[in-house]
């Protein structure tokens, strides 16, 4: 079998398919001894050639990668999560599943059957270990081995066939804040809002409508509010019977915000109106009397790296950066036809980045410390990926001063998505560790690296040596020792 010739598939991005267990990695420097518990990411790693040659990297196979933190020692784990597409596509040695989230592309044979592959991201929550795809139900994990126990549907109380992949988790009470849209399985105007208390039931669904099919990917989560952002990467089902590609950007159409008060629910919504954009990925945000403030990344265009076709030719793919919107809760409409109000924005970062983090604990309130991947004008660039202009660097931003400190890999080196780590469970905000997989391009392989997320400009404290290439990845978690239970 032969992937197909194209940047998705070829040289650093090529599939990597390696399922391994690597005992001991070699680390330079030392591991702190605080580090105690289990590191998770999730990858898009393809098992066999598409059905279509142009297909995008996230429509891969989802493989989870795993280094377990043990008193100063780090293992190694990667597993495909086994899937029903997985199984079905390796009994038949080539794949059935064709374009992304696109039914009409795919073998016959496999019709009606749950196409998620399971890719996007991994939580933990109610003691579950659950890879996401936004486009199905989330499938759990085993924490320690990372077999496949099956699709989760949170004991049947998750109704339509998706979920999103950016829960919120409410550090004040462990509750999970989650959506979905798309539910049925191909394009529509509702998005489900589901409430998951600490145990893991469902204790509110609420269904709402939005003005046309949006891709949806992430969104802004306060104490008090939810926030969507409704961007043209519009999906139409009819097109989808004649056109491989799901989402396509219309730039006739208008983005509009929604903000819902999560005690009244969706009937105290609110619309804004919004210049034409679309969010990536949310930071962080914080409701203070009748003010809203959410930071997040944002670009004027459509994402054309995956989905290329436009309702207007072609068009360059701009690169996110990280913008503050702050809403006067007293303005809004009922309904998007009448919203007028807009929202103040302020950029708090002068170059692109994107994948941030704040410290889980002062979620949904205002965080002074925050993490994000950057591409920094000054620094030597990784080559170009398949998911657009890669990292090359790390910056920690201190919202107190405004000030940035910023960690560059190297010349032939592409940090991933941080992930934060607290010192201790009472340690001040921001005291712990940022831990980021690395892609050593020139020598197609990846480090994981440990730096003082205080002191990202110092290098790394830790760097945990990965003997071969993984399939770059999306999002991660980590799960301290004590909860896993081992």
Do not use: C
Request: charged share 25%; glycine share 8%.
């Amino acid at each position: 079998m032969q992937f197909p010739d194209t940047r998705h598939f070829q040289g650093f991005f090529a599939p990597s398919r390696i399922e391994a267990d690597v005992y001991d990695l070699e680390v330079e420097g030392r591991i702190p001894p605080e580090l105690n518990g289990a590191f998770y990411r999730a990858a898009a790693d393809t098992q066999y050639p598409p059905r279509f040659a142009n297909d995008v990297y996230i429509n891969g196979d989802g493989m989870i990668h795993m280094v377990r933190f043990d008193n100063g020692h780090a293992d190694l784990k990667t597993r495909y999560v086994r899937t029903q597409r997985f199984q079905l596509e390796r009994q038949a040695r080539k794949a059935l599943f064709g374009a992304y989230r696109n039914p009409y592309t795919d073998d016959p044979s496999v019709a009606g059957i749950d196409d998620s592959n399971a890719n996007t991201a991994i939580i933990w929550h109610a003691g579950k270990l659950l890879a996401l795809k936004e486009a199905a139900l989330p499938y759990e994990l085993d924490p320690f081995t990372l077999e496949t126990k099956g699709i989760y549907d949170f004991s049947g109380q998750i109704p339509g066939r998706t979920f999103t992949v950016h829960p919120k988790h409410d550090p004040r009470t462990g509750q999970l804040m989650a959506f979905a849209y798309n539910a049925s399985g191909l394009p529509d105007k509702q998005i489900h809002i589901h409430e998951i208390a600490a145990d893991g039931k469902v204790t509110r669904t609420q269904t709402f409508e939005v003005p046309y099919s949006s891709m949806v990917h992430d969104w802004l989560v306060t104490r008090d509010h939810l926030v969507f952002t409704i961007s043209p990467m519009v999906a139409d089902p009819e097109q989808l019977r004649t056109e491989e590609q799901y989402f396509v950007w219309d730039p006739n159409r208008e983005t509009y915000v929604a903000i819902i008060p999560r005690e009244e629910g969706v009937s105290g919504i609110k619309w804004f109106r919004s210049e034409r954009l679309l969010e990536t990925h949310t930071l962080n945000a914080w409701t203070d009397g009748d003010t809203l403030v959410g930071d997040h990344f944002t670009t004027k265009s459509g994402w054309f790296s995956q989905f290329p076709k436009t309702t207007a030719g072609y068009l360059p793919e701009q690169p996110p950066f990280l913008h503050r919107w702050t809403f006067d809760l007293t303005q809004g409409a009922a309904h998007w036809d009448d919203a007028t109000d807009t929202y103040r924005s302020e950029k708090l970062l002068s170059s692109p980045g994107d994948m941030p983090r704040v410290d889980p604990r002062v979620l949904m309130e205002k965080n002074r410390h925050s993490w994000v991947g950057g591409m920094h004008p000054d620094v030597p660039m990784a080559p170009i990926g398949p998911m657009g202009p890669p990292f090359n660097s790390l910056i920690h931003r201190d919202d107190s001063t405004g000030a940035t400190a910023i960690w560059t890999a190297g010349e032939h080196s592409a940090p991933e998505e941080p992930v934060f780590v607290p010192k201790s469970a009472d340690a001040a905000e921001g005291e712990g560790y940022l831990l980021a997989l690395v892609g050593r391009r020139d020598q197609m392989r990846h480090d994981l690296v440990v730096l003082d997320a205080l002191d990202i400009a110092a290098g790394p404290i830790a760097t945990v040596k990965i003997p071969f290439r993984l399939r770059y990845g999306f999002h991660g978690t980590w799960v301290p020792a004590d909860e896993l239970g081992k």
